[in-house]
């Protein structure tokens, strides 16, 4: 294996990919920002905008055999993953592959105990105690991700849906995202059939802002989504509590705990910019 002189972490997300790159030092020597790059919607198309992103960062010259890269990529599930996401990164020194949410925890709280909700586009809580990694929900836009910007905007338009085909009163939030549409049911039931979360996230910001200017339709669903990040949370610190009383147990009767099943990773997402008429 050739040795690292340079460190490459790439960010794949759901949004955007990120790239840095820096010496032995830590010194930066270059960074780039790419498109979405989610394995778990599109692999070949995720893995072709990671190579992008990074060729723009090593393109003033670090040889690929003297980097070492680390990437945190959304959709990540399982070591096959893995291996085909190395085998499209051709001559590295090293590629080390995790799921995103697994390298935001590390950044978030090094590589000592700690937790970290996170709530973008997607959502996802993940806790870290000793050798033991527990994450909870972001199990993708389709069967999971509340309380997320994807979730507070998929559920909106529903209601916005729902006010413009007479199901429910109009509110200020049905009429300002029914505005992006121009009012149009068939409009939007189109754009949602190709819509991917990022798409839905973009109308978080909006949804927010009425929801903080009193829009009662607005608050619920934002109190919904609120509580959702606050259950992934609690469910984190009960995670904490089981598996710190599994190691009292074990130092109790004085032996090592066997390493726990590691659970299945999960994807976090970004939010995305304001949406664009459709």
């Known amino acids: 294996m050739a040795t690292a002189r340079f460190f490459l972490g790439v960010d794949g997300g759901a949004t955007r990919c990120r790239a840095r790159l820096r010496d032995s030092s830590g010194r930066e020597l270059g960074h780039s ?5 989610n394995i778990y919607i599109d692999f070949d198309a995720a893995m072709r905008v990671v190579r992008e992103t990074i060729n723009s960062v090593i393109a003033a010259g670090a040889s690929k055999q003297e980097i070492a890269v680390g990437l945190g990529i959304a959709g990540f599930s399982e070591d096959k993953e893995a291996e085909r996401v190395a085998a ?12 995103d949410a697994v390298a935001a925890c590390v950044g978030a709280n090094g590589l000592g105990d700690g937790g970290l909700v996170i709530a973008g586009t997607g959502s996802a809580g993940i806790a870290r105690v000793g050798a033991t990694t527990t994450i909870i929900g972001g199990r993708g836009f389709q069967l999971g991700d509340d309380g997320s910007a994807a979730r507070l905007g998929e559920t909106a338009l529903r209601v916005t849906l729902r006010a413009l085909d007479g199901l429910e009163p109009m509110s200020e939030l049905a009429r300002a995202l029914g505005r992006h549409f121009g009012g149009d049911p068939l409009r939007m039931t189109r754009w949602a059939a190709e819509a991917k979360p990022r798409d839905y996230g973009a109308f978080a910001p909006q949804i927010l802002e009425l929801a903080t200017s009193g829009d009662t339709r607005a608050r619920e669903i934002a109190g919904d989504a609120a509580r959702a990040i606050a259950a992934l949370a609690n469910a984190l610190n009960g995670a904490r509590e089981r598996v710190e009383c599994a190691r009292r147990r074990a130092h109790r009767a004085g032996r090592r705990p066997r390493r726990a099943p590691a659970p299945l990773p999960v994807a976090r997402c970004r939010q995305a910019p304001r949406p664009a008429p459709a």
Request: hydrophobic share 65%; net charge neutral; glycine share 6%.
């Open 33 to 37: 920002v790419g498109p979405a790059a």
């Open 88 to 99: 499209a990164l051709p001559d590295f020194a090293r590629i080390v592959v995790v799921n």
